[in-house]
């Protein structure tokens, strides 16, 4: 069965400083990565997406992401970060016959300080 | 384009009544997911959804709960006999292929 790791359950960061945050997962074929973000109280908002082609994606706010086969990472980063960038991150990997069947981790929650 | 929509937002029950919870897709989008998010966790999935079928509800607990999406109208999960333990946010999400699209959530509070 997928899983999704995400071991940092916390992370502080200042603004204007860089952030990764951590995704392994476990999939036999070649997986479908996704990081959301999810703000207090609200739905989840997509921020970018792996479904196969050039292992470095762009997403929407500045976020990018790596995808590295042989570590099973897909790690989320952004050069420098915003107030407005706290909230909650969710790395999830989509199945094989069924993109959108979303397994998630357990979650980033990002502070920011000024 | 409107997107996901889902409601109620906020939805109180007591313990032992119904909870319906409604998903209207976004234009154009056949496939329903639902995802429920407990506490302090990640959002897990429940059930899958095209017109009229259920295609994987591989996250379904077995009793109590069930889900539709007839041929017109949204997209229901239904609760029955609900119990604290189905407090939480739950999430429904539409796509057209790969891409899940999320509502804004209802979240349920049992008391």
């Known amino acids: 069965a997928q899983s999704v790791t995400q071991p940092d359950i916390h992370i502080t960061v200042s603004e204007g400083a860089s952030l990764e945050l951590r995704c392994n997962y476990s999939y036999g074929a070649t997986p479908y990565l996704f990081w959301y973000v999810q703000s207090p109280g609200q739905g989840l908002q997509l921020l970018l997406k792996y479904f196969s082609g050039d292992t470095l994606v762009q997403g929407i706010k500045g976020f990018e992401a790596e995808f590295k086969r042989s570590q099973s990472s897909f790690n989320l980063r952004k050069p420098s970060v915003h107030w407005s960038d706290a909230a909650e991150y969710f790395c999830?990997?989509?199945?094989?016959?069924?993109?959108?069947?979303?397994?998630f981790g357990t979650g980033t929650r990002l502070q920011v300080t000024l | 384009n409107a997107g996901v929509m889902q409601n109620p937002r906020h939805l109180v029950r007591r313990r032992g009544q119904e909870a319906r919870l409604r998903c209207s897709p976004m234009k154009g989008h056949s496939h329903v997911y639902w995802y429920r998010q407990l506490p302090e966790e990640g959002l897990k999935f429940m059930v899958y959804?095209?017109?009229?079928?259920?295609?994987?509800e591989s996250g379904m607990p077995k009793e109590r709960f069930s889900a539709e999406f007839p041929k017109e109208g949204p997209s229901i999960l239904r609760i029955q006999q609900v119990v604290r333990g189905d407090s939480a946010a739950y999430f429904c999400a539409s796509s057209l292929d790969a891409e899940a699209f999320f509502g804004q959530g209802t979240r349920l509070t049992v008391v």
């Open positions: 999830a990997v989509g199945d094989t016959g069924t993109a959108s069947k979303l397994t």
């Open positions: 959804l095209q017109k009229e079928n259920i295609i994987d």
